[in-house]
């Protein structure tokens, strides 16, 4: 699916533009698991080993994020790699490229 025409918020599409423009469009991928939520939208890097989940405040400059890892076992479908309540977006930037091993 196409960046531009996915159904969120314009917070989020600003934000996706913002990665983009900074670490460059080829480096993650949507793996958008919360379609119905305007305000959140799921990333992962290009094996789709690991996974961002990035909320919006509408109202707000700050952010949520929630890392997960592979699986470790096959009784759950990822592994849990930490949580960050109202965060910059700089944060999001940090942990984005972090988390998704982003070389840039």
Known sequence: MAKTELNKNQKIKSLLRHLEDKFGSNVFKIKDHWDSDLNAIG??????????????????????????????????????????????????????????????
């Open 43 to 104: 990333l992962t890097d290009n094996s789709e080993t690991y996974l961002i989940y990035i909320s919006i405040y509408e109202d707000q400059d700050l952010y949520f994020v929630s890392l997960e890892n592979p699986a470790k076992s096959e009784d759950f479908p990822y592994e849990p790699a930490g949580e960050f309540n109202d965060i910059s977006l700089r944060d999001v930037e940090n942990h984005f490229k972090s988390h998704l091993r982003i070389n840039k």
